[in-house]
């Protein structure tokens, strides 16, 4: 059977959930250029919380888009990169990054005047 993200059950809707998460978007985005380090992604995505960016960098591990490399070092350092599933997203959500905002005086806009009503 096709994979079919209208179907409750349908497997797809987790990966829609995964790469349409705001904190996965900023992770690739962030690393689209190259392994960090998990200070370098803190310091990079401003308001992620070390529990939200430890559990975005956990899922997308898990679903293969992301690597993570341990340093036997003191103190250990840890790098994170894209595999080559994940960066076959780079394009797809710098493409949302771009609409967002370049779209972003436009729906402010539109919220204020929804929100005048």
Known sequence: MEPDPY????????VLDRIGDRWSVL???TLAHGGKRYG???HRIDGVSQKML???LRGLER???VTRTVHASVPPRVDY???DL???LVDLVAGLEAWATGHLGEIEAARA?????
């Open 7 to 14: 179907q409750r059950n349908c497997g797809s809707r987790q």
């Open 113 to 117: 005047r929804y929100d005048a009503r």
């Open 27 to 29: 992770v690739v985005l």
């Open 63 to 65: 679903d293969g888009l």
């Open 81 to 83: 990169e894209l595999t």
């Open 86 to 88: 994940g960066r076959s």
């Open 40 to 42: 370098e992604l803190a």
């Open 54 to 56: 430890t559990q975005t």
